[in-house]
């Protein structure tokens, strides 16, 4: 069976999971989007309300921040030549507390090594938020999220960890201002590489 056949089966298969039906508020929508060309790969969360709506993966207003801290177009975001989408769980996973409930552990389990390798052109991993964080990063990752993105050159040039850029992380973003004097730039420049 030729590559391009078994992602097809792949994609087909994670459209058609269940796998944790019974937990989510909602029946299951997976939204992700990869390609064996992709040279990015986006690691998030799970997918927020208006994405489970919309069905396009980080079309809210985290992904406009995400694509400004890259300075990407949605174009070019939405190019699977240049961008795998793949969050740590497929389905949008309900409300908790404060915001959204974490990402299904199953889906992680159950889908992402599959996926990593149908994607073998890959040269840079954004690892959005603390949930990608400790699956990629596993001992590597420090004990809180601003620690592990504090120390963000120390996972380079594989990975850039970031916080999410949810709104609701404004007051962290005011917090450390080096994320968005020193960080930002630096992605920014890799990303330029890697898409132009």
Not at 106 to 131: D, F, H, N, R, S
Request: net charge positive.
């Amino acid at each position: 069976m030729n590559q391009t056949s078994t992602i097809a089966v792949l994609k087909k298969n994670i459209k058609a999971c269940t796998l944790c039906a019974d937990h989510l508020p909602y029946p299951p929508k997976p939204v992700f989007s990869f390609s064996m060309k992709s040279k990015i790969l986006v690691v998030g969360q799970a997918p927020g309300i208006k994405v489970h709506e919309s069905g396009i993966p980080w079309n809210d207003a985290s992904g406009d921040r995400l694509r400004e801290w890259m300075q990407v177009s949605k174009e070019q975001f939405y190019d699977t030549r240049y961008f795998s989408i793949v969050p740590m769980a497929f389905c949008y996973p309900g409300k908790g507390k404060s915001g959204d409930l974490p990402p299904r552990r199953e889906c992680a389990e159950k889908w992402m090594q599959p996926i990593l390798e149908k994607v073998p052109q890959i040269k840079l991993t954004l690892l959005i938020g603390q949930y990608s964080q400790g699956w990629f990063l596993n001992e590597a990752k420090k004990n809180t999220l601003t620690e592990t993105v504090k120390s963000w050159e120390e996972y380079q040039p594989k990975y850039f960890v970031l916080p999410h850029p949810s709104p609701r992380n404004n007051i962290w973003l005011k917090k450390n201002p080096w994320f968005e004097k020193k960080l930002v730039p630096r992605l920014k420049k890799k990303v330029k590489e890697l898409i132009s």
